[in-house]
C-alpha cells in the first residue's frame, strides 16, 4: 500500500453496527428486502442453503463472537440472537420434515 492508498484508506470508514433479530433472520434466509419484488430481480439464482448448513452457520457466528472482544452486554446481546435464530431454523427444519413425511405418506396411498 502506497502512502495515498494509506492516507485515504477506503475501509476507514467502515462501522461494525449490531443487526437486529429481523436483519440477522432476513440474511440467513435470503429473504428479500421489503422493497424489491421478485421481478426485479437480475440476479443468478442462490445456492438453497439446507437448515443443517444455517445451523452450521449460526455456530460458527457463534464461536467468532467467542473468539473476539465483544463486550460481555454486546455479546449476550448477539448470543440472545442467535439462540432465536437457532430456534427458528429448527421451527423450519421440523415444519419441512412434516410436510415432506405427508408428501411421501399421499405418494404411497396413491
Given at each position: 500500500?502506497?502512502?495515498?492508498e494509506?492516507i485515504?484508506?477506503?475501509?476507514?470508514k467502515?462501522?461494525?453496527e449490531v443487526?437486529s433479530?429481523?436483519?440477522?433472520?432476513?440474511?440467513?434466509?435470503?429473504?428479500?428486502?421489503e422493497n424489491e419484488?421478485?421481478?426485479?430481480d437480475?440476479?443468478?439464482e442462490?445456492?438453497q442453503?439446507s437448515?443443517?448448513?444455517?445451523?452450521?452457520a449460526?455456530e460458527?457466528?457463534?464461536?467468532?463472537i467467542?473468539?473476539?472482544?465483544?463486550?460481555?452486554?454486546?455479546?449476550?446481546?448477539h448470543?440472545?440472537?442467535?439462540l432465536?435464530l437457532?430456534?427458528?431454523?429448527r421451527?423450519?427444519r421440523i415444519a419441512?420434515?412434516?410436510?415432506?413425511?405427508i408428501?411421501?405418506y399421499?405418494e404411497?396411498v396413491?
Amino acid at each position: 500500500m502506497d502512502l495515498e492508498e494509506y492516507i485515504d484508506y477506503l475501509g476507514e470508514k467502515d462501522t461494525h453496527e449490531v443487526l437486529s433479530d429481523k436483519e440477522i433472520l432476513d440474511l440467513a434466509t435470503n429473504l428479500e428486502p421489503e422493497n424489491e419484488s421478485a421481478e426485479d430481480d437480475d440476479s443468478t439464482e442462490l445456492h438453497q442453503i439446507s437448515h443443517q448448513e444455517a445451523l452450521n452457520a449460526v455456530e460458527i457466528l457463534d464461536q467468532y463472537i467467542v473468539q473476539n472482544d465483544f463486550s460481555e452486554i454486546t455479546q449476550t446481546e448477539h448470543d440472545e440472537a442467535l439462540l432465536k435464530l437457532q430456534k427458528e431454523i429448527r421451527k423450519l427444519r421440523i415444519a419441512s420434515f412434516k410436510q415432506s413425511s405427508i408428501e411421501t405418506y399421499f405418494e404411497l396411498v396413491d
